[in-house]
């Protein structure tokens, strides 16, 4: 009951921030702010498919333990079913690794655009860009 | 910001709109993903099929014709399972560098900036962090396919202890011991050509011998009997290498770390010459 209680709190948490994040990046006129959203849905999907990789049976990183540089042991299907058993879902840590990655560099772009604008324009108001390209400016 | 009276409550009905609109979306996304049982709540007992298929055999010396030879999954899967996804997101990562130094090119050369840093506490600290931080970060990359980390993971860390160096000892710091751009630049191209070459490698050498190869193979198949092996036999000691993921985590180190630093370096440099002030 407290489980179910506590994973419901978790998933209704994640998808609270996500609508959040959504209805900032539409309303904030602040091209920083909307910045500032964008990398925080970022950082909710990539927890949110974390999560999802979770299951409840006993809990390990997706590493066969043990092994070092010069000692590695014979691990044949009997060892590694119960370290299937064990271990978290390592699809989906690949998937959030490539989606940091290239998300970062994305965000630092998106930075570098700020940049630029905030030169031609002034400003990073959105209703003032566009009050600003009515009147030719720029 | 200066916002015209009349629009106020038009922008009130507005946000609104938007509000229940994503709150609807959002809501919506959930309930197929619940339906759908992509989640679940509680969890799920144990893991889905394909997770079980890699974590039994990425590792398992008994079916040799599947595995990866590392016991690290993640790695398994980034480098050598879907090791072309990795390739084209590395391609993703230089192809946004260059459109960043794109928009900077204008940039003057930045060893002219006189600029000593922060206070003396502040330096001393980072200076310990600045040899510190380097070996973790190497050691990160060269332990990628035994322990949680890799080439992604240590260019990260030490694409930040650059950047702490830039910003507590001053521009001139770096730039004065033969760091610049065109050389960070060169660096990433070079990880690149690495991982390009060994992606490379197995089917060249499978166009000598007449077998059929894959790109980015790593081990041998009983249809492509051609492979980078697993372990080195050092004076007796066999060294676990992993194949061609050990050679990968270097070359995306490289390659991550210098274009790390390069667009980290290059945004303070943005907001030093912007503003003209202590950004």
Not at chain 2, 2 to 23: F, H, M, Q, T, Y
Not at chain 2, 46 to 72: G, I, M
Not at chain 2, 208 to 224: A, D, E, H, V
Not at chain 2, 244 to 254: M, Y
Request: one cysteine or more; a positive charge; glycine letters at 10%.
């Amino acid at each position: 009951m407290i489980n179910d209680i506590l994973w419901s709190y978790i998933y209704a948490l994640v998808i609270t921030i996500i609508a959040l994040t959504i209805y900032g990046m539409a309303t904030r006129p602040n091209i920083v702010k909307k910045l500032i959203m964008l990398s925080m849905l970022f950082s909710t999907v990539c927890l949110m498919a974390v999560i999802i990789g979770v299951h409840s049976g006993s809990i390990k990183p997706p590493v066969y333990p043990g092994i070092t540089f010069t000692e590695h042991p014979w691990a044949g299907t009997a060892e590694l079913d119960i370290f299937s058993y064990e271990a978290v879902d390592p699809i989906l840590q690949v998937l959030v690794m490539v989606a940091i990655i290239i998300g970062s560099v994305v965000l630092l772009f998106l930075g570098y655009v700020a940049i630029m604008v905030y030169r031609r324009y002034g400003t990073l108001d959105m209703r003032l860009i566009e009050l600003r390209r009515r009147e030719g400016y720029g | 910001m200066s916002s015209k009276p009349n629009e106020d409550r038009w922008g009130i009905i507005r946000d609104s709109i938007i509000a229940v609109l994503a709150s609807l979306l959002i809501v919506l996304f959930a309930a197929v993903l619940l339906s759908t049982g992509t989640i679940a709540i509680p969890p799920q007992s144990t893991n889905r099929p394909l997770a079980n298929y890699y974590l039994r055999t990425v590792f398992n010396h008994d079916l040799q014709w599947l595995w990866s030879s590392s016991p690290e999954t993640v790695s398994a899967i980034l480098l050598d399972h879907r090791g072309i996804d990795t390739v084209y997101g590395v391609g993703i990562f230089f192809i946004t560098i260059m459109a960043t130094l794109m928009l900077t090119s204008k940039l003057e050369n930045s060893s002219r900036v006189k600029d000593m840093g922060m206070d003396i506490i502040t330096r001393s600290v980072s200076k310990i962090i600045l040899l510190t931080l380097p070996v973790i970060a190497v050691s990160i990359a060269l332990h990628g396919h035994l322990a949680p980390g890799g080439g992604f993971q240590g260019g990260t860390v030490f694409a930040l202890a650059v950047s702490t160096a830039f910003i507590a000892l001053g521009q001139g710091f770096l730039w004065s011991r033969g760091w610049s751009r065109h050389r960070l630049l060169g660096l990433g191209v070079l990880g690149l050509v690495i991982i390009f070459s060994i992606a490379l490698a197995i089917p060249v050498a499978g166009l000598f011998r007449g077998l059929k190869t894959y790109i980015m193979q790593n081990q041998w198949k009983p249809w492509s009997p051609i492979g980078f092996g697993y372990a080195y036999n050092l004076y007796g000691l066999e060294i676990l290498y992993s194949g061609s993921l050990l050679f990968l985590n270097i070359a995306l180190f490289i390659a991550m770390s210098s274009g790390l630093t390069l667009v980290f370096t290059l945004l303070m440099l943005r907001e030093e010459h912007g503003k003209g002030g202590h950004g």
